[in-house]
């Protein structure tokens, strides 16, 4: 994990938090403590299913269509 990214966006988002309180601008976030637990709540569901989701490989990924820049099997490009 790194600590440096996670020190500079708590930072960053108070010193954003600050600039809209001085300059009355609207922030862009939950006034009350309910709606920013809500966005916690989302933020760390999302993070928590995509570390569990991608453990290793799909195991369906043969029968996706992939990208269009990905080489089929046999090697040749599609067309």
Request: aromatic share 8%; net charge positive; proline share 5%.
């Amino acid at each position: 994990m790194n600590y440096t990214k996670i020190a500079l966006g708590l930072a960053l988002s108070f010193v954003v938090g600050m600039g809209c309180k001085l300059f009355g601008i609207p922030a862009a976030s939950p006034p009350v403590l309910s709606g920013a637990l809500l966005v916690f709540a989302m933020s760390s569901g999302y993070w928590l299913a995509d570390r569990y989701l991608c453990k290793g490989e799909a195991k369906n990924k043969k029968n996706c269509g992939g990208h269009a820049l990905e080489q089929p099997a046999g090697g040749e490009a599609a067309k």
